[in-house]
């Protein structure tokens, strides 16, 4: 009879742990990291602006959180390499370019995003709003299935795991870079990126997942700048 | 009396656990009870709409079962014919030379509408959120539109269907702090991609070009 009550004991205070516990967890969600003042979108009248837009947007892709990871990435390098440059992240130029940019209504090819930019109201717009190069960017991460093996076991003195697996991941990023002064040759630039997700497994399997994103996202923003420096009259701008 | 203390000391802070795990259970339950409400949607965007503009004076009419649309949840309300209106305002201004508001009353059908070239109107707005969970079964927003010009006798031009969707499956914790916000966002999107939609039918749409050189051409007539 004690000993059930002391179960019953027990498990109220699991449960009560396991209620301050999630409560815990659920309000220590981490927010994502604000914009630095140099990344917000000020000065858009300024004479020379860099436009980046997530072209062709994969509308299945939930809530654009891929682009966004890259949009911050590549707006933050490139703020560095090419500082006499503001740049105007996607969002921005996707409510510029309003309704042509959405999902369901961007060009499908590079020639129909051409004639995009002909068009004389796109033209006026983006001459409005001082953007000289639009880079349209996309790419995606792929993850191969885990391999290995992990054993998990358990009995009544104790469980655990015990193993080592791993995975391969690569980012594949690509850009087309368009001069407004020069519609006619845009500039394509790729990167990629792979690496190898492990997961030891020893007591607790611990997952390290391979961060190819960033590698990728930098190598693609120093191509993009490289091409920027090189225009012989950007050289001139300070 | 050992026994007795070692029971006073055991139960001390088993009850201050308690009282704290009773306490983040309500303020929880307060929290979920916050995000109860309506989902805040912007209706309108700062720049003007881009659209090679038809050349005719129109009056802009929302129908009442558009307007009033509505999507419930058990967690929250969103008013999809407020936002819609409002985004259409702006696509209808945007997309003729020159916009008038159509009488809510008398119908515009039962008023003489001659100082008018033709009315267009939003005639439904179809919304469907299906809410996920944070085990893998995603968000569902769904959104559709019709909209229609007729002249200003009241006979149809030309009517348009779109319609957009979205399916977002939720981070781990994403949608916790408020569910609202994170649909709210997910519907932003999938409105503003199915007016867009529809705005770029009608630029492409041959019959309205020709509706408006029609209206011009009788006007230069003496």
């Known amino acids: 009879m004690g000993k059930s009550t002391g179960h019953e004991r027990s498990k109220t205070v699991n449960i009560e742990r396991a209620i301050i516990v999630l409560f815990l967890t659920g309000s220590l969600v981490v927010p994502p990291p604000a914009a630095t003042s140099a990344e917000k979108d000020t000065e858009i009248q ?12 994969d509308p299945a892709q939930s809530m654009y959180s891929f682009s966004k990871d890259i949009d911050r990435c590549l707006t933050q390098h490139l703020l560095k390499a090419v500082p006499q ?10 409510d510029m370019l309003y309704p042509l940019m959405e999902p369901g209504t961007q060009p499908e090819n590079e020639h129909d995003f051409a004639a995009l930019l002909r068009r004389e109201d796109v033209r006026l717009r983006l001459a409005d709003k001082g953007v000289r190069f639009l ?6 991460t792929r993850s191969e299935d885990w391999q290995g093996g992990i054993f998990c076991g358990g009995g009544y003195g104790g469980g655990g795991c015990l193993g080592f697996s791993w995975a391969d991941k690569e980012t594949a990023l690509d850009a087309v870079l ?12 790729q990167a990629s990126e792979s690496g190898t997700s492990i997961m030891p497994a020893f007591l607790l399997p ?28 950007v050289q001139n701008i300070n | 009396m050992r026994a007795r203390k070692r029971i006073g000391l055991r139960a001390r802070p088993r009850s201050g656990r308690r009282v704290l795990a009773y306490w983040l259970v309500l303020i929880q339950v307060m929290s979920v009870a916050s995000c109860t409400g309506t989902v805040e949607v912007p209706d309108s965007q700062e720049a003007v709409p881009l659209f090679r503009q038809i050349d ?8 009442t079962k558009a307007r009033l649309t509505e999507v419930e949840t058990a967690l929250f309300r969103a008013e999809v014919g407020a936002i819609s209106v409002g985004r259409f305002d702006q696509a209808f201004d945007a997309m003729f030379t020159e916009t008038t508001v159509a009488p809510n009353w008398p119908p515009w059908q039962r008023v003489d509408m001659n100082h008018v070239d033709g009315i267009v109107q939003l005639e439904e707005a179809i919304a469907d959120i299906e809410l996920g969970n944070d085990a893998g ?19 149809v031009v030309q009517c348009w ?55 011009a051409t009788r006007e230069a007539r003496p």
């Not at chain 2, 968000?139 to 200003?152: E, P, R, S």
């Open chain 1, 46 to 57: 300024a004479a020379q602006n860099i436009g980046l837009l997530w072209w062709p947007a």
């Open chain 1, 85 to 94: 440059f503001t740049l105007l992240r996607h969002e921005t130029v996707q």
């Open chain 1, 135 to 140: 880079v349209a960017f996309s790419g995606s």
């Open chain 1, 178 to 189: 368009w001069d407004l002064a020069d519609i006619d040759s845009p500039e394509l630039a």
């Open chain 1, 206 to 233: 611990i997952p390290i997942p391979a961060s190819t994103q960033a590698g990728a996202c930098r190598e693609l923003g120093q191509r993009i700048s490289t091409i920027i420096k090189e225009k012989p009259d």
């Open chain 2, 56 to 63: 005719a004076k129109v009056a802009k009419s929302f129908a």
């Open chain 2, 137 to 155: 079964i995603p968000d569902l927003v769904q959104v559709t539109y019709k909209a229609c010009l007729y002249d200003n006798r009241a006979n």
């Open chain 2, 161 to 215: 269907d779109s319609s957009a969707s979205q399916a977002h499956k939720r981070n781990v914790g994403e949608c916790l702090t408020d569910m609202s916000v994170c649909i709210g966002r997910q519907l932003e999107i999938t409105v503003r991609d199915a007016v867009a939609r529809m705005m770029v039918q009608i630029e492409n749409d041959p019959v309205v070009r020709t509706w408006a050189s029609q209206q």
